[in-house]
């Protein structure tokens, strides 16, 4: 089977095409905004290969039942994206959300049968592996980052109040540090010996610990891996982190914490994954 | 295959003895909790029945490696609980926590594939059902109870802080209403009307809510089961639990909360299917 493998990134679009497991070509281009724009260069990629099977790595929210895709960090809405596919070609279609895809992608490239993923960026999206499969419960996927750690805490892009994603985001790092600042910016005065800055990092290992640990206690899984753009900076909070999370989780778990292994590619993957196994 | 199963609680023991799944025999003693009183109960019931496999619902901690069993409200630590069954008689031993038992009895007599189930009493204690399996991590069993819900919270049993544990228990019950007192006694003076005593329930509905949600927001399974001895008072808290849980999970999810079916029954059945299925 030959499948084109597109994760849709709110910053890029990586692509790679593959005859089996076989990568046989792989391709990044700066994802375009405008919602036409946007669609020529879905439209550019698809026609450059002959393919039995297209799945897409997409950033929630997607209503699946009503085709509905809302993606966070594109000026679009309740764009009907299998709809705008299907009338590109004659293959099979597989949508699902980036982080649930990326745990797929590490739990296979690790051999790994139970494992939670955490994307730590501008939001906090997880994906949970359970017996080699990506869980997926009643309806939606898996939202960790929605799960709340601190009662009437701070508001969540999601509504509600205390989620851990109000705590554990490139957001939550700048409320912590007191202005709007590049992640760039603040890791490079933090690794100055900023005060502020550190302390800011400091504050966002605290909050970690107590999502790490509470992933250890509810799924007890092999491992939680790490990725998102803010792992680019986990010299500024993983060791305290991780030292949290051993003094919290249940003395009994072997959970182990890592970085992600694929990075940038663990959308592409988890996509080729997802469609050979469906 | 005719099965012998125990649930072995602080206040009774309840048994079952099976041919298949064909109930034969039931019976419920009250537990004794003097270590070799409570050995000899335990051959006695042993004594009355022929079977090839024996299947306990213990309340936790349990360490199977090294067959330590440490039962909380009992005075006596490291029973070698294996080793001693093992001495009486030719038979396979099953041994697992009570409530992930009691989880997967409700899945199977309800016929539902994912679902998660909370004992709500002196503890928290909780099962989690996924594809119609018992799931349990890289070492014990899924510990919702022990995720941390306020930063720097109360300290728990476990002794982390903010665990949900210590606001949605008996305990966290006497807690909010400033004296121990019976929950009997406490359920009573709410239905009368007592402010205090309503107040304490009301609290604990929030709480509660908070934890259905981030079950639903992590798991989003089919149900949630709700056991245990503080659902007999459930017309005190269940009704804003579950009408708060409505206004902060995803609007998405489709789960559902109930009161047990089982109620007392679960962990013997649940010891019963977790046989059958090994």
Chains 1, 2 share one sequence.
């Not at 690794?191 to 999502?211: G, H, M, N």
């Amino acid at each position: 089977m030959r499948i084109l493998a597109l994760d849709i990134g709110g910053s890029f679009i990586k692509y790679g095409f593959f005859e089996g497991k076989k990568l046989k070509h792989i391709g990044k281009i700066k994802t375009k905004k405008r919602r036409e724009e946007f669609k020529d260069q879905i439209k550019g990629i698809i026609k450059g290969f002959k393919f039995d099977a297209l799945s897409l790595a997409i950033p929630y929210p997607y209503d699946a039942k009503r085709d509905l895709w809302s993606p966070p960090n594109f000026p679009f809405r309740n764009f009907k994206l299998k709809n705008f596919l299907k009338q590109l070609g004659k293959f099979k279609i597989f949508i699902q959300n980036d982080a649930n895809l990326a745990a797929l992608a590490e739990a296979k490239a690790r051999g790994i049968a139970n494992l939670v993923l955490l994307t730590l960026g501008t939001g906090l999206g997880s994906g949970v592996i359970i017996n080699s499969k990506l869980y997926i419960g009643n309806s939606y996927a898996s939202e960790i980052g929605h799960s709340i750690i601190v009662k009437n805490g701070l508001t969540c892009s999601c509504g509600n109040k205390g989620c851990a994603e109000a705590y554990i985001s490139v957001r939550a790092l700048q409320r912590y540090y007191g202005k709007e600042i590049s992640i760039e910016k603040l890791a490079s005065l933090a690794r100055k010996r900023d005060k502020k800055a550190k302390k800011a990092f400091e504050i966002f290992a605290d909050y970690l610990a107590i999502l790490l640990s509470n992933i250890a206690n509810i799924f007890n899984p092999e491992l939680i891996v790490l990725s998102g753009g803010l792992t680019h900076f986990g010299d500024l909070f993983l060791k305290q982190a991780v030292k949290k999370f051993g003094s919290m989780a249940f003395k009994q778990t072997r959970c182990k914490i890592e970085i992600s292994k694929l990075s940038d590619l663990a959308g592409v993957y988890g996509a080729l994954f997802y469609a050979l196994e469906h």
